[in-house]
C-alpha cells in the first residue's frame, strides 16, 4: 500500500499526461524539459545552492537564484522572443513551475514579475515599455512587486485611496501599501492608484503605474512575520513623481489591468503546491503506517490531481484570452484548503504511535509550513471572497 502511494505522489511531478486538454505541446518536449529542470535542481541541491521549503514561491527569496533561471531561459517563457521570453508554450512554463514549487525551489525574487506583471505589459504596456521591462525580467535582474492592498483596502480594493494628481510631466502619487510581498528586495513597485474620482463607478478613475522604488518620496518598511522573517511590506508614497511613460494601460483603465493579473495570480500551481514538499517528505521517509495516515495521504494525492488538471486548463484558457474568473477561484479556494490540510494530515502522522513520521527534514518542514498557513487563504484574496466570485461565475448570486 505504502510504495502504491509513495509511486502515485511522485506521478504528480512526473506524470505529463493531461486528459481533455488541448494538447499544442507534444509530450516528448514536455518530457524533456521536466528532465532538464529536474537535472539542474538536483545539481544545485548537490552543490547546497538552497535548502528545500515550503511556501518558496513567497519565503524562499534568492537573487542569484532567480538569475540562474533567467540564464537558462525560465523566466518570461512564454512570451516572444522579441522582448527576451523564450516563445514557449503555457504547458513548458507549467511543468517548469510545478518541478520548482515540488522541489521547494526558491523562486520568491522573480515570481510577481515572471507571474502577472510581465503578461500585462504584454497585453495593455506601451512598446517603449515592454522593450525596457520585459528583457531584464526574463533575464532575472528586475524584479517588481504588486502594490495593490492597502490599510484599508484588501478585499474591496476598488476602494484604494492612494491618489495622483497629474503634473506637467506625468503624476505625482501619495498614499500607503501594505502587505507588499518583498517590495524592500525589488525594483519597482505595480501601483494601482485612484486617478479620478470615481463618478458613480467606483472601478472608474482607477489607474496602474510603475514606481520605481529607489524614487524620493518612496519609504519601504519590511514587516515581521511568525516566522521572524520579513517577507512583506508597508510601502508609503509621499509626492512621489512618476513620469507618464509609466503608466500601464489607459489611464483611468486600471481596473481591468488588476482583474487580469489576478486572474494569472489565483490560478497556478502555487495555489495548491506550497506544502507539496511537506506531502513528499512524509511520503519518502516511508514509515508512515496504519489505515488512517495511508487514507489521508491517498486522499490528498487524489485531490492534489484533480487541482492540476483544474489548474492546466486555466492556464490553457489564458493562453486562449478566454474568461478564466470562476475557474481561477476555485483553484485557489480548493488549492489553499489542500494546502492546509497537507499539514493537518503530516502533524497527525507525526503524532501517532511506533511508525510515527518524524524523519529527515519533515519537523522542520512541518513547523516552517505551520507557521505560513494562515497567510494561505488570505493572499490573493481571501477564500470567502472567491467563494462569492464563484457562486456569482455559477449564476447562484447576482452582485
Ligand atoms: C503572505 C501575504 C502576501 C501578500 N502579498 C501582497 C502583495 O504582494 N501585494 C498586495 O497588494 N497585497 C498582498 N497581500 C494582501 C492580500 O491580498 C490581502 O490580505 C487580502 O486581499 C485580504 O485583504 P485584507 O487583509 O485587507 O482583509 P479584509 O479584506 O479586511 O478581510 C478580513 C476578513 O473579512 C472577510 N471579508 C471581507 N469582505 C468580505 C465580504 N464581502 N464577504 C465575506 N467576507 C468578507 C475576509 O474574507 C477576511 O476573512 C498579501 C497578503 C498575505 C497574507
Request: hydrophobic fraction near 40%; charged fraction near 25%.
Amino acid at each position: 500500500m505504502m510504495r502504491m502511494i509513495s509511486s502515485y505522489t511522485s506521478r504528480l511531478t512526473i506524470g505529463s499526461r493531461h486528459e481533455g486538454l488541448q494538447m499544442t505541446t507534444p509530450e516528448a518536449t514536455i518530457a524533456e524539459v521536466r528532465t532538464d529542470v529536474r537535472r539542474f535542481l538536483a545539481e544545485e541541491l548537490a552543490a547546497a545552492s538552497f535548502r528545500p521549503t515550503c511556501d518558496s514561491w513567497i519565503q524562499g527569496h534568492s537573487v542569484a537564484f532567480s538569475r540562474k533561471l533567467g540564464d537558462r531561459g525560465w523566466l518570461g517563457m512564454t512570451w516572444p522572443q522579441r522582448y527576451g521570453g523564450g516563445g514557449h508554450s503555457a504547458r513548458e512554463r507549467f511543468t517548469v513551475i510545478e518541478e520548482l514549487l515540488a522541489a521547494g525551489a526558491p523562486v520568491a525574487a522573480h515570481w510577481i514579475a515572471d507571474r502577472q506583471t510581465g503578461p500585462l505589459l504584454l497585453r495593455a504596456g506601451t512598446e517603449q515599455q515592454k522593450r525596457t521591462f520585459l528583457p531584464a525580467i526574463a533575464r532575472g535582474r528586475l524584479f517588481i512587486a504588486a502594490g495593490m492592498s492597502e490599510p484599508d483596502s484588501g478585499s474591496d480594493l476598488a476602494s484604494v485611496r492612494t491618489r495622483a494628481v497629474p503634473t506637467a510631466t506625468g503624476w505625482r502619487v501619495s498614499g500607503r501599501k501594505v502587505w507588499t510581498s518583498h517590495a524592500h528586495r525589488s525594483h519597482y513597485l505595480l501601483a494601482l492608484v485612484r486617478t479620478a474620482a470615481p463618478d458613480g463607478d467606483r472601478h472608474a478613475g482607477l489607474s496602474q503605474m510603475l514606481i520605481k522604488l529607489d524614487s524620493p518620496g518612496v519609504a519601504v518598511r519590511p514587516i515581521e512575520v511568525m516566522t521572524g522573517e520579513s517577507h512583506f511590506t508597508e510601502v508609503t508614497l509621499d509626492d512621489v513623481d512618476v513620469p507618464n511613460g509609466m503608466v500601464v494601460g489607459r489611464v483611468g483603465d486600471g481596473w481591468r489591468g488588476v482583474m487580469s493579473e489576478l486572474a494569472h495570480e489565483r490560478s497556478g500551481p502555487e495555489r495548491y503546491l506550497s506544502t507539496f514538499p511537506l506531502l513528499a517528505e512524509l511520503v519518502s521517509g516511508g514509515t508512515v503506517d496504519g489505515e488512517t495516515a495511508l487514507a489521508d495521504i491517498g486522499s490528498a494525492t487524489a485531490r492534489l490531481w484533480a487541482l492540476r488538471s483544474l489548474s492546466l486548463r486555466v492556464q490553457d484558457l489564458l493562453e486562449r484570452g478566454s474568461p478564466t474568473d470562476t475557474a481561477a477561484a476555485l483553484v485557489k479556494d480548493l488549492g489553499t484548503r489542500l494546502e492546509g490540510d497537507i499539514i493537518n494530515i503530516t502533524r497527525r502522522a507525526s503524532q501517532r504511535g511506533p511508525g510515527r513520521a518524524d524523519h529527515g527534514a519533515l519537523p522542520g518542514l512541518l513547523r516552517a509550513a505551520q507557521l505560513a498557513a494562515p497567510s494561505f487563504t488570505l493572499r490573493g484574496g481571501t477564500n470567502e471572497i472567491l467563494r462569492g466570485l464563484v457562486a456569482r461565475g455559477l449564476g447562484a448570486r447576482d452582485a
